[in-house]
């Protein structure tokens, strides 16, 4: 019931498309849903979060989707760029209790 | 503002041999958070401390890993002995204010053990 699921593992888009990833969990107490971005040899970074009570969150070209009835949320990131290339982990969390990942996707924006 | 600081960054050592890791997390910041994040694996919480008390220590394998932070401010992690399943990449973050959001890491330590 803690798991997040991550799809896909890799994706390659490229320069000025749109890369989606996709993130569904099980327990609906989860209330709190991050995705971070990782680049090699560096720990996470938090990109963007969003809570159940809304259903979309926009920071410049990245927008969390969230579709509570589904138990699934995505990132999109618009006009992708090279220096997007990175791996992005989903998480969610049950009032401030411990952060559960998923396993990651490894996005490569083609130039 | 400083970042979380972690050292060694490397580390390569035999089975059955001990090995200690060590993090400064950001001034200011009460929550502390040892990961450790496999290969292909998203980041798995070993230990959470609340300045210098222990909040949650549940997946940490107490018969080998062990953990402190004095003062409540920098913190060690030690494998004592080492297995070959405990390479990874260990990772260190700080957060201030609600906890396990807006978690800031350090770069980690890559533990190699052969």
């Known amino acids: ?111 | 503002e400083a970042g979380v600081a972690q050292s060694p960054r490397y580390k390569i050592i035999e089975k059955r041999q001990s090995v200690a890791f060590w993090c400064n997390p950001i001034s200011g910041h009460a929550t502390l958070y040892w990961y450790q994040q496999i290969l292909g694996q998203g980041p798995k919480l070993l230990i959470q401390f609340q300045n210098n008390g222990v909040v949650d220590d549940s997946q940490l394998p107490k018969d080998r890993f062990s953990a402190e932070r004095l003062k409540g401010v920098d913190s060690t992690l030690k494998i004592q002995p080492a297995k070959l399943e405990d390479s990874a990449v260990y990772l260190c973050a700080s957060s201030f204010g609600r906890v396990n959001e807006k978690l800031f890491f350090g770069s980690g330590t890559q533990l190699s053990v052969l």
């Open chain 1, 1 to 111: 019931q803690q798991q997040v699921k991550q799809s896909p593992q890799s994706l390659i888009v490229q320069k000025g498309g749109i890369s989606i990833i996709n993130c569904a969990y099980e327990n609906t107490a989860f209330d709190y849903f991050p995705w971070y971005q990782q680049f090699p040899g560096k720990g996470p970074a938090l990109l963007i979060a969003i809570r159940p009570d809304v259903s979309e969150k926009k920071e410049g070209r990245f927008t969390i989707s969230f579709n509570k009835s589904a138990k699934q949320f995505s990132l999109h990131i618009m006009d992708s760029q090279p220096g997007d290339s990175a791996t992005y982990f989903c998480a969610a969390s049950r009032s401030g209790n411990k952060l559960v990942f998923g396993a990651g996707t490894i996005l490569r924006v083609k130039s």
